[in-house]
Structures are given as C-alpha cells and as structure tokens.
C-alpha cells in the first residue's frame, strides 16, 4: 500500500505511471466483474490495455520531458493541448478496440463520429475553463504589474481554495508587507530630514552663543572681571549642552547599530536611585518640586551596566522635572517583580497627550511643538532609554492621563 508519505515523494511522472497501472487493474476487474469472461479473453484485454497505456505514457512523457507544452504563448493553449492530446489518446484506445472487436463497418463509423464529437466538446470545454483559470493568473500578474509600479495598495481577490488561491493570499501578504515597509520607509526619511533641521538648529545655537561669547572676549570687548566669569560660565554652559548633544547622537548610533556595549555587575540598585535623587535635589528645589524615592527590600543586588541604567533614570527623572509646576512632586519607586525589578517614576505634571504615547519612545520626539533646545532637549532621552532597557533583556513603558500624572515603568531582570 502506497502510503501519504510515499506518494508525496514520488516525481509527476512516477504519479502518472502509477495512475496509468491503476487505471489498467480498474478497468480489467470491472471487465471481469461485467461480462466474466474466460481467460484467454481476459488475457488479449490485459495486453491490449497494458500496449495502450505504454502508448499513452509514452507520449505524455514525452510531452512533458521534451517540453513541448513550455513553448505555448499562453496558459489556455496549454491546457487545450492537454485536453486534445488526451482526447486523441482516447480516440484511439477507444477506435483501436472496437477495430479488433471485428465491429461491422457501419457501427465503427458511427462510433468513430461520436469520438470525434466527444473529443471536440473536451477540447471546448476545456479551453473554456482554461481561459476562466488563465484570467485568475493573468489578474495576478496585473496585480504583480500594479505593484512594480509603485501602487503597493493593490489587492487579488481570493477565489476558491485552490493554489491560485493560495498564491493570491501570499501576493496580498506580501504586498501589505511592502506597503508597511514603504510606510516606516518614508517615516525613516522624515526623521532623516528632521534630524538635519533639529540637530542644526540644536547645535547652530550654543556655537553661536559661544562664538559671540569668544569673539566679545578677543576683542577685548569686556573687561569686567565679574562680566568676563559670567560670559565664561554662559560659554561653559553651551559647551556642556554640545557635549551631551553629541554624546547622544553617538549613543544613539551605537544602539542602532546594535554594538551598545555593556559592563555588566551585581550592584546596587539601592544607592543607584539614592545617587541620582541626591544629583537632582538642586534642580528640584530651584522649580520648587518636591523629589523622593522608595525602594522596597529584596531589590538589591541587580546585575546591570551600573553608568547605563544610571542613564535611563537621569532621562526620566529630568523629563518628569521639567513636565511638573511649582508645587508639584516626582516619585521614584523600585519593588521586586518577580524574576525582574520594577522601577517606576512617577510625576503629577502636565501629562502626555494620549496621541503622544505610541510615539513616546521614537527618536526626535518632543512633546512641546516648539524646537526649544532648553525646554525639550534633543528628543534623544527617551529613545536612548529605550535602547539601554532592552540592551539589558527589559522593557519600559509608560502610562499618564493629560493634567494628572504620568508614570514610566522599567523593568529590569536579575539576571
């Protein structure tokens, strides 16, 4: 017995040699079973239909190895050859038995017309469905066509469930695939386009402060001591805002690139948030923001990249400052999760637009519509904080209502 396995591995001309030898033993025990001839009878009818068959696989195979039918200028001629070469096979294993049955002259004429006649109506029915199934290719190509053409919102309609089906359901994959590609394409370029214009606009600004601060001083221009100290710390000011400008894009670039290098260690998470809170209290007092961290037992010690997740809690400490008033508070929170540490920071500030949080984490993002180098940053923190959780096998994510409050949540795992 042939099972799904074997015949799944058989060639196309090995299925057709034992569809021929099935068709043989069918027909021979149906003669058998109808007319229960003798023997000798069986026997001529065995080897007359076993001739016929190595004539007809003898001729579709040669059909098929020689390659006759590749050579049609369309589908629908092909499978009418298919139709007529089966026919005319047919007609002959059909005419060739009724001629050694000794048939009269006039029952062999009129069998040979309705060969004749049968043979045309295969052959015209199966042009005619040929061309329906030649229209369902012919749509994939001019679909395929569409495509090439830059209308990537082309789609086949999926009829039936055979494999034109199936490759009408793979084309239209693939085509939401390239159009979602194309898509995050021009998204690619108009960031490309908005890094020129903000890194120019953020880098233009302090050269030029500290270009008028240098050239103020050559020329002798100030001579104040106490002004000259103040034009020094406003230049050291711009300097320091370059450094971190740069050191961003560089950072950035080294987590697009994958080949963010970490310095991982057991270390404390404890003093992390302690250090960081300490470096913020100037900050937070001078906005009058009340600034305080909680960390609960069990969260030391974390294996981390001690300077890059010490990174990510400046960047969001520093935005919750920035979005919160006068009165206001920021918290930060740190609780075993599990197999990881969740680390919250938490403001009751201006909240983020809820159009704003898909895109919270994308490079360049600024919630404030104005290019304000002192009040938004480079719109680098978020997405490098991003990076440098992940880098560490995290996740963060962030949760707000407009007006109320927002919420950062990282996790980190301990190993």
């Known amino acids: 017995m042939i099972t799904r396995s074997t015949s799944s591995r058989l060639t196309p001309a090995g299925r057709f040699v034992l569809g021929l030898a099935a068709v043989v033993a069918v027909s021979l025990g149906v003669f058998y079973l109808a007319m229960q001839p003798p023997m000798t009878d069986l026997g001529l009818m065995a080897v007359f239909l076993a001739i016929t068959a190595v004539i007809s696989a003898l001729a579709g195979y040669a059909a098929y190895r020689l390659g006759w039918l590749h050579h049609s200028p369309a589908i629908r001629w092909t499978m009418t050859g298919i139709y007529a070469l089966s026919s005319a096979l047919t007609f002959m294993n059909v005419w060739v038995t009724a001629r050694l049955m000794f048939v009269n002259e006039h029952d062999l004429l009129l069998a040979t017309v309705l060969l004749l006649f049968a043979s045309g ?86 050269l030029a402060s500290i270009r008028a601060v240098v050239e ?20 050291q000011k711009d300097i320091a805002a370059l450094s971190l400008l740069i050191d961003d894009l560089f950072q950035m670039a080294q987590l697009d690139a994958g080949g963010l290098p970490l310095d991982l260690e057991d270390s404390s998470l404890s003093d992390l948030i302690s250090d960081t809170l300490e470096s913020f209290s100037e900050v937070a007092a001078r906005r009058q923001v009340e600034i305080r961290g909680e960390v609960a037992p069990g969260v030391d010690p974390l294996r981390m990249d001690v300077r890059l997740i010490g990174r990510v809690l400046n960047n969001l400490i520093d935005n919750a400052l920035r979005h919160t008033p006068p009165g206001g508070r920021v918290e930060v929170k740190a609780a075993p999760a599990g197999d990881h540490v969740q680390v919250e920071v938490w403001d009751n500030g201006e909240g983020i637009p809820p159009q704003d949080l898909p895109v919270i984490f994308e490079r360049f993002y600024r919630g404030e519509k104005s290019r304000n180098r002192l009040s938004g940053g480079a719109g680098l923190g978020l997405a490098i904080a991003r990076g440098i959780v992940m880098a560490h096998g995290g996740s963060i994510h962030v949760e707000s209502q407009p007006g109320q409050f927002t919420r950062f949540i990282v996790q980190l795992p301990r190993q």
């Open 121 to 206: 109506i295969a052959i015209a029915l199966g042009y005619f469905l040929s061309t329906t199934l030649a229209e369902r290719i012919r749509q994939v190509e001019r679909s395929a066509e569409a495509i090439t053409a830059g209308q990537l919102e082309v789609r086949i309609p999926v009829q039936g469930r055979d494999e034109i089906a199936a490759l009408a359901r793979t084309f239209n994959q693939m085509a939401g695939q390239l159009q979602r590609a194309a898509e995050q394409q021009r998204q690619v370029e108009r960031l490309r386009q908005d890094l020129i214009a903000w890194v120019s606009h953020d880098l233009q600004t302090p």
């Open 216 to 235: 103020a001083l050559a020329d002798g221009m100030v001579e104040d001591p106490d002004t000259v100290q103040r034009y020094l710390r406003t230049a």
